[in-house]
């Protein structure tokens, strides 16, 4: 069975730190280029930032370019989101998916396999 679990998330202030982890089992995607979304009520889902299979290059949803940190240790299939300086806009649930078809601008719609969601809190 194909699975994919989010987990680290939690609440925080305005200017903290959390690194979220997703695992993934049931298959091996070292292969394939992975993603973190995030969720708030009312809204669709929104691209965060993706890697690629090797980690060679990465690419960020603007608002959270330089505070974001995306990667991955193929050995343990597992990916992890490192988010610094946290604002309230980053409240929301996040998930990790991964990529079917690769291209910009970035759709929830290309990726599959997505996780149960890590909510994430901030407070201001």
């Known amino acids: 069975q194909v699975q994919l679990v989010e987990s680290g998330g939690g609440l925080v202030q305005a200017g903290g730190s959390l690194r979220l982890s997703c695992a993934a089992s049931?298959?091996?995607?070292?292969?394939?280029?992975m993603g973190w979304f995030r969720q708030v009520p009312g809204k669709e889902r929104e691209f965060v930032a993706r890697i690629s299979s090797t980690g060679d290059w990465t690419d960020y949803e603007d608002s959270v370019r330089g505070r974001f940190t995306i990667s991955r240790d193929n050995a343990k299939n597992t990916v992890s989101l490192q988010m610094n300086s946290l604002k309230s806009d980053d409240t929301g649930v996040y998930y990790c998916?991964?990529?079917?078809?690769?291209?910009?601008?970035?759709?929830?719609?290309?990726?599959?396999?997505w996780g149960q969601g890590t909510q994430v809190t901030v407070s201001s």
């Open positions: 998916a991964v990529a079917t078809r690769i291209r910009t601008p970035v759709r929830s719609e290309d990726f599959a396999f």
């Open positions: 049931g298959r091996d995607f070292t292969g394939f280029v």
